[in-house]
């Protein structure tokens, strides 16, 4: 029988304790692992959407609010700026590209952004099928969006005001989708994509007077504007002038994003130091476990060293033992151990085949050994076993105590198993 099967046979006798541990083990490492995870996914999540963006222009308000409506589309935009300023803005020198984001309705909780092909470009979204939108009340759905409501190319569907479930529905302004973009692992997964003008169509209405409409058209708005930088000059100059020559707020996206990993960041540390802790306690008991576990088998190991058995042999089983748990961990072996456990009894001094006479209790002890009973129980209990001492009998040995670890015990030379000046109980 070799060492990891004995390592393993004493942990089946054990399976309560052996549960235990693998399932602390388990929580330690799946708690740290967990954390690990989702911070990365989430820098990664961020780091997407926000490529390729150097600033967020909308209303006064929050910078940090603003790019999480802006980018993201995880809160409430601050408001809406004239469409003269965004227009205005787009012939500066030091701004390459401009996409201007309108922002209202929602359907089935997925936004409803009004915007150009170039917001599509952007994160380099390419079509599944159908094609890009080409007039008003069309609509590009995102990959996400698709597959949770089911519409394809030709789909019709009907927006509801504002950017929660349960408003109030545009029933008279129906959208027709006209394409579904692949997958993108970005925030363009979960969007549906319309031009500008389906979003003043729907809140304007069809206005025939020529003047009224002419006022509506002077007073139309959007939410959001993603610029391109033209020259690393913008960088030092754009927000700050932005911020206070004009009635719009601008907001520098690395920088809203490192405050953001900030607040993040503490919540994290308190997890990753939680997860740290029970993987800690997690060790501890094992390692408690395996030195209770040694004592409780000292006699077990007696008669191992007595057939035999290195002490370096001993040592690299108790290891594979820890091995052992830690592979179950890995594995993820959340249904305990199932197999039948061995009879494995606590030892007494009588033990089958060796009879211990005590000298003094727990220091020197002589040994009578009869080495066919223990190899039969040994073949019951964790299968065959050859080990020399079974075939040398006779010869004369000196053994050291095991438990008291103290000096050579003299043994009977005419019931001795070992043979004399065997490397297998040198000191």
């Known amino acids: 029988m070799s060492l990891l099967q004995l390592a393993w046979s004493y942990l089946r006798a054990r399976p309560l304790g052996t549960l235990l541990n693998v ?59 004239p469409l003269k300023s ?18 209202a309705d929602s359907f089935r909780g997925f936004w409803i952004i009004g915007t150009n092909p170039d917001y599509i470009d952007l994160y380099h979204g390419s079509l599944a099928a159908g094609k890009a939108w080409n007039g008003r009340m069309q609509a590009v759905l995102g990959a996400t969006v698709a597959a949770r409501t089911g519409l394809g190319v030709g789909a019709r569907f009907a927006g509801s005001h504002g950017l ?44 025939d007077d020529p003047e009224e409409k002419k006022v509506v058209e002077d007073e139309r708005q959007v939410t959001v504007l993603l ?44 997890i990753r130091a939680f997860g740290g802790v029970v993987l800690a306690t997690a060790a501890l008991s094992l390692f408690i476990a395996l030195y209770h576990a040694l004592n409780e088998r000292a006699y077990d190991i007696a008669v191992l060293r007595t057939l035999g058995a290195r002490p370096a042999s001993i040592a690299v089983m108790l290891l594979l033992e ?6 179950r961990v890995i594995l993820n072996l959340q249904n305990g151990v199932h197999e039948r456990p061995v009879q494995h009894r606590r030892r007494e001094p009588e033990v089958v ?16 050994v009869d080495p066919q009973p223990i190899k039969v129980k040994l073949d019951e209990a964790i299968g065959p076993v ?23 015990v003299d043994v009977d030379q005419s019931h001795t198993i070992v043979p004399s000046g065997s490397s297998a109980l040198a000191t």
Request: glycine content about 10%; overall charge negative.
């Open 23 to 81: 399932l602390l083990l388990a929580l330690g490492v799946g708690t740290i692992g967990f954390v690990l995870i989702v911070d990365g996914q989430i820098g990664e999540s961020l780091n997407r959407d926000a490529k390729g963006i150097d600033l967020v222009v909308g209303a006064k308000g929050s910078a940090m609010q603003l790019m999480l409506a802006g980018i993201f589309h995880l809160d409430v935009p601050t408001g809406n700026i």
């Open 227 to 270: 610029v391109q930088y033209a020259t690393p000059l913008a960088a030092v100059s754009l927000l700050r002038k932005i911020n206070a020559e004009t009635n719009m707020q601008a907001a520098s996206p690395a920088y809203e994003a490192a405050r953001l990993f900030r607040m993040i960041g503490v919540g994290a540390d308190v």
């Open 322 to 327: 820890a091995l052992i748990l830690a592979v």
């Open 386 to 408: 050859d080990l020399p001492a079974f075939h040398q009998p006779g010869a004369a040995a000196t053994l050291f105590d095991p438990l008291a670890n103290q000096r050579p």
């Open 353 to 368: 085949g060796v009879r211990w006479r005590f000298d003094r209790p727990f220091r020197r002890r002589q040994i009578e």
């Open 86 to 103: 965004a227009q205005e803005l787009e012939t500066n020198p030091l701004i390459k590209r401009v996409i201007p984001l309108s922002i």
């Open 164 to 207: 929660a479930e349960g408003g109030p529905v545009h029933g008279d302004s129906v959208y027709t989708v006209t394409g579904v973009l692949e997958p993108t692992g970005t925030v363009l997964d979960l969007l549906d994509l319309v031009n500008t003008e389906s979003i003043w169509f729907v809140h304007e209405g069809n206005i």
